[in-house]
Structure formats: structure tokens, C-alpha cells
T-cell receptor, first 113, second 113 residues
Framework: EAGVTQFPSHSVIEKGQTVTLRCDPI?????LYWYRRVMGKEIKFLLHFVKESKQDESGMPNNRFLAERTGGTYSTLKVQPAELEDSGVYFC???????????FGQGTRLTVV | KQEVTQIPAALSVPEGENLVLNCSFTDSAIYNLQWFRQDPGKGLTSLLLIQSSQREQTSGRLNASLDKSSGRSTLYIAASQPGDSATYLCAVTSSGGSYIPTFGRGTSLIVHP
């Protein structure tokens, strides 16, 4: 069975540009989480989907970040326009339910220059 | 708000030693606690998941314990090997309504041959 997959693995963009990250969770997992790790800091929660609904988006830094999960399958995280401080590694995770083991993707390393 | 602390931040040991990594959390109302491993430039690999009703979980040379009342978990690594070198992360899912895994900063482990 395929694990959580994220695309792209790396992205380098200029300040002011737009980037869209994609996450494909494990099939059948209703819960999908987005996290971000900025260099030297802990992994911070961004957003939690249950199926296609945003259950908790309290970790989203500002309105330049937009996450969607159409049809309750894959999810996208768009950053528009990107700023230098958005650089970091963006992780996606999925789980069957909130009490179950969470499985993480390899992450997308975003560099804004 | 749940806060997770991991001690030590870094650890360097010779091969063969038995190790204890510590994780503490401020809110004892938890669903579960999960230990992960992260290799440089890679995603998070789940090691052990302990439900709130459990006291410990074992997988091979790894043993994780949970003491909810004192807000602590330990990850015990027996007979450490150079391949164990990685960052070890603890994530706590609270049961207070948000069901979001909250991460500590991790313990960076180096095992010398």
C-alpha cells in the first residue's frame, strides 16, 4: 500500500510568486494534517481536514495560505504571494481516525529567495 | 494549550549503549502519544504509538512508556547502533477537542561506531 506522498519534494521560488504543494494521503484516511518546520524550530501544526471539511485551521499563519481538499482525497496548500519567512519544510500526514497512528509524507522543502 | 518538551536536545554515544530519550507534556488529557524518527532530509517515520490507556509499547529494540499522570513518556533504545542516528520526535494528541498531534523539538541522536 502506498504511503503519504507529497509533491514536489523541493521548490525554489522568488518572493511574490505563488506555489502549490500537493499531498496524497493513504487511501481511506479521513484525517489529513498539514505541518511546517522552519529551520531550528519545532514542527508546527497548520491545518486539519476531516474528509473535505476543515476541522481546525488555527495554525495557518495568515491569509496568504490556502488549503483545499476537494472530494476528501488529495489536498493542496497554496502560498500566494510567497514571502521569505515561508521557507521551510511542509509535511502532510494522514490517519484513519484521530486516535490512530499518523503517517507522514516525505515533506516538501520550500525555499523562497 | 498542550506543550511538549524533549530532553536532551542532542545526544552522542558510542555504539552498544542503552539510551533513554525523554518527552514531557503539560496537559495530561491525551488521546495518544506517538514517537517518530526523522533522518536528515527525509520525512517522519512512525516508531511507536501508545494509546492513553496503555503504559508501554515495544518494537524490536525500542520500548516506549507512558505515564499520563506525570505527563511523561520515555523512549528506550537498547544496544544502540550507528543506524539509529537520527532525530527522534515525540507527538502528543490531546483529547480536549482539537485532536491535533503536537510535537516537541526532538532529540538529535548520533551513535558512533
Amino acid at each position: 500500500e502506498a504511503g503519504v506522498t507529497q509533491f514536489p519534494s523541493h521548490s525554489v521560488i522568488e518572493k511574490g510568486q505563488t506555489v502549490t504543494l500537493r499531498c496524497d494521503p493513504i487511501s481511506g484516511h479521513d484525517n489529513l494534517y498539514w505541518y511546517r518546520r522552519v529551520m531550528g524550530k519545532e514542527i508546527k501544526f497548520l491545518l486539519h481536514f476531516v474528509k473535505e471539511s476543515k476541522q481546525d485551521e488555527s495554525g495557518m499563519p495568515n491569509n496568504r495560505f490556502l488549503a483545499e481538499r476537494t472530494g476528501g482525497t488529495y489536498s493542496t496548500l497554496k502560498v500566494q504571494p510567497a514571502e521569505l519567512e515561508d521557507s521551510g519544510v511542509y509535511f502532510c500526514a494522514s490517519s484513519l481516525d484521530v486516535a490512530s497512528e499518523a503517517f507522514f509524507g516525505q515533506g516538501t522543502r520550500l525555499t523562497v529567495v | 494549550k498542550q506543550e511538549v518538551t524533549q530532553i536532551p536536545a542532542a545526544l552522542s554515544v558510542p555504539e552498544g549503549e542503552n539510551l533513554v530519550l525523554n518527552c514531557s507534556f503539560t496537559d495530561s488529557a491525551i488521546y495518544n502519544l506517538q514517537w517518530f524518527r526523522q533522518d536528515p532530509g527525509k520525512g517522519l517515520t512512525s516508531l511507536l504509538l501508545i494509546q492513553s490507556s496503555q503504559r508501554e509499547q515495544t518494537s524490536g529494540r525500542l520500548n516506549a512508556s507512558l505515564d499520563k499522570s506525570s505527563g511523561r513518556s520515555t523512549l528506550y533504545i537498547a544496544a544502540s547502533q550507528p543506524g539509529d542516528s537520527a532525530t527522534y520526535l515525540c507527538a502528543v494528541t490531546s483529547s480536549g477537542g482539537s485532536y491535533i498531534p503536537t510535537f516537541g523539538r526532538g532529540t538529535s541522536l548520533i551513535v558512533h561506531p
